[in-house]
């Protein structure tokens, strides 16, 4: 049979290492869809909207590095643009596919469904390219090979989302077939000259530092740049504090890890060792309103190197074309031994957090429920932590080598969770995936269990029950962060129908917590998940203090006019 530009994007993906696609069907994409079933090494998985399609897809690039959501025209789109959105926020390679009209419609006086019942059928390719970092329209066969694998190689050099427009008639149009793979996935590198002196300088600057420290930030992982950040971080012998969206991102495990550096918010004091230091080497990091906590801590411009997946900033001078990994894998090769952050650190090292077990018998505490969910998290677990009080809590949870944190902190969107951790277990199968998310969260996009339900995967839901959204209580309160309570036990057992495996179960007290998480951990053809009772107010000290700086900051008047 003739080779078509759907089976051209279907080999493609194949060929980037996509087994699964998450898709939405709609009249705009049926027949690119079917390409995509008909490739041997692809298999879909459909969702139940196309937010929940894009979270998925961002929740599967997060466990396999790259991942593709197809959608239909406008009304699929841009419903899936917030998901796209969160995914170049995170820094996600997601590959957006959108149905589009048939190319003889688009110059032709004819109206459109799922348009906006004019001839504009731009206004998707525009949002399109806000929040991709390429955007492609297919309108002619012969162009679709070039167009795809720009696109596609965008996604994989710079781990950010795509977008490609494939109109209704395009998937079966006769096209070759692709080229070697190497033209779309081979790694670029750094110029010579600039990783040398961009090192040079970073050697000498650190040279004249006393007591520097590493500080590994939310964009490592997209780099690629943890091994090397490792070597450096071995070569100095100094200590490691990581932002918290890159929590896990550098084992817990590690010798010279002295915990989450967040200000008021921080782990195992990694903001008194951060205040000891006189020099920070950054990686990747991002600081904004909420990891800054309100601009109010980070290292100076005069004492703090940071790169960025081929950008290296040092006081003083800017590299461009140097990559990440390599900067700090040379940088090791020119450092010697620069231990005094590690010396002061193991005097200062507060002991592991470790609750004491509250009696089973009395109504759940946030301390109770905390202590039984970090007994489940093992070398092979990855905890999910929603937007809200989870994320505080997340933060503060003990990870075990292997363990493995996912957050979703530059993007923010409530109801993440769910969707991106049925991606996520897609592609780790053997993974046990755990959520942390609230009520109010957890009503944005809940009916994406189904497709937990349907692959039978055992992800173990902490839904935490506190009547209401806690965090914004806590950055300014009124009457809209009450919310409808559900029975969210009932509501998981309802995707059952007659042939699902789900558990959906309710605790109130210490004791009915540990018998439930018995039960989900039992539980390997289906979802558990566990209702929890947690009183409003019984949020961490953390929240309470970052809430206040947040509702400060956002209530700053504006500047008079200059
Ligand atoms: N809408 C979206 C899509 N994303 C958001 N982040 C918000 C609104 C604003 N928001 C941030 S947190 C939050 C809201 C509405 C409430 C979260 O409540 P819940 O999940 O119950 O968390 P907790 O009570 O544990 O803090």
Not at 464 to 469: A, K, L, Q
Request: charged share 20%.
């Amino acid at each position: 049979t003739q080779f078509t530009v759907g089976d051209y994007l279907a080999e493609r993906l194949s060929q980037i290492g996509i087994i699964n696609h998450f898709v939405v069907p709609g009249d705009y994409n049926l027949k690119l869809l079917d390409y995509l079933e008909y490739h041997p090494k692809l298999s879909e998985i459909g969702c139940c909207n196309e937010l929940n399609c894009a979270f998925a897809a961002e929740g599967y690039a997060r466990a396999h590095g790259i991942s593709a959501a197809v959608v239909t025209y406008s009304v699929g789109a841009l419903t899936a643009f917030d998901g796209i959105g969160g995914a170049y926020a995170e820094n996600l390679p997601v590959i957006l596919i959108s149905g589009a009209p048939n190319t003889n419609d688009l110059n032709s006086s004819h109206i459109l469904h799922h348009t906006t019942g004019t001839h504009n059928f731009d206004y998707q390719m525009d949002i399109a390219k806000n929040l991709t970092v390429a955007a492609v329209a297919l309108r002619r066969a012969n162009e679709a090979p070039r167009l795809i694998d720009h696109a596609l190689r965008q996604a994989v050099l710079q781990h950010k989302p795509v977008y490609i427009e494939v109109p209704t008639n395009m998937a079966t149009q006769p096209c070759p077939k692709p080229g070697p793979i190497s033209a779309v996935i081979e790694p670029e590198t750094s110029d010579k000259a600039s990783l040398e002196q961009a090192t040079d300088v970073a050697a000498d600057l650190i040279s004249k530092s006393e007591k520097p420290i590493m500080l590994a930030g939310p964009k490592i992982r997209a780099a690629g740049a943890e091994k090397a950040f490792l070597k450096l971080a071995g070569a100095l012998d100094a200590a490691v504090v990581v932002q918290p969206n890159a929590k896990s991102f550098i084992s817990e495990e590690y010798k010279n890890y002295a915990g989450v550096y967040w200000g008021l918010c921080s782990t195992r004091a990694a903001d008194k060792i951060g205040d000891f230091a006189d020099f920070f080497i950054g990686a990747g990091t991002v600081f904004n309103d909420y990891t800054s906590n309100g601009y109010k801590i980070g290292p100076s411009a005069e004492q703090f190197i940071d790169s960025d997946y081929m950008h290296v900033s040092l006081p003083g001078y800017e590299f461009t074309r140097v990559k990440m990994d390599e900067f700090l894998s040379r940088l090791a090769d020119k450092v010697s031994k620069k231990n005094a952050t590690m010396v002061e650190y193991a005097r200062i090292k507060p002991a592991l957090l470790n609750y004491a077990p509250a009696n089973p018998k009395e109504l759940l505490t946030r301390e109770e429920l905390m202590r039984q969910i970090q007994g489940v998290i093992d070398g092979n677990t990855t905890l999910y932590a929603e937007t809200g009080d989870s994320w505080f809590n997340g933060m503060q949870m003990n990870l075990p080598e292997g363990a493995k944190f996912e957050i979703e902190m530059q993007w923010g969107h409530i109801g993440w969770s769910v969707p991106s951790a049925l991606g996520y277990a897609i592609a780790a199968p053997k993974r046990r995936t755990v959520i942390m998310v609230g009520d109010g969260s957890f009503q944005l996009t809940g009916q994406e269990l189904a497709q937990m339900v349907l692959h039978k995967l055992p992800v173990i839901i902490f839904l935490i029950n506190n009547r209401g959204y806690t965090i914004e209580i806590q950055i300014h309160d009124g009457p809209y962060n009450r919310i409808k309570n559900w029975d969210y036990a009932a509501f998981m057992e309802s995707f059952n129908a007659e042939d699902g495996k789900a558990k959906g179960l309710k605790a109130n007290t210490g004791e009915e917590l540990d018998q439930a998480i018995q039960i989900a951990l039992a539980n390997k053809e289906g979802p558990t998940l566990i209702e929890c009772y947690n009183h409003t107010d019984d949020c961490t000290k953390e929240l309470v203090a970052w809430g206040s700086v947040v509702g400060a900051t956002n209530a700053r008047a504006p500047a008079a006019d200059q």
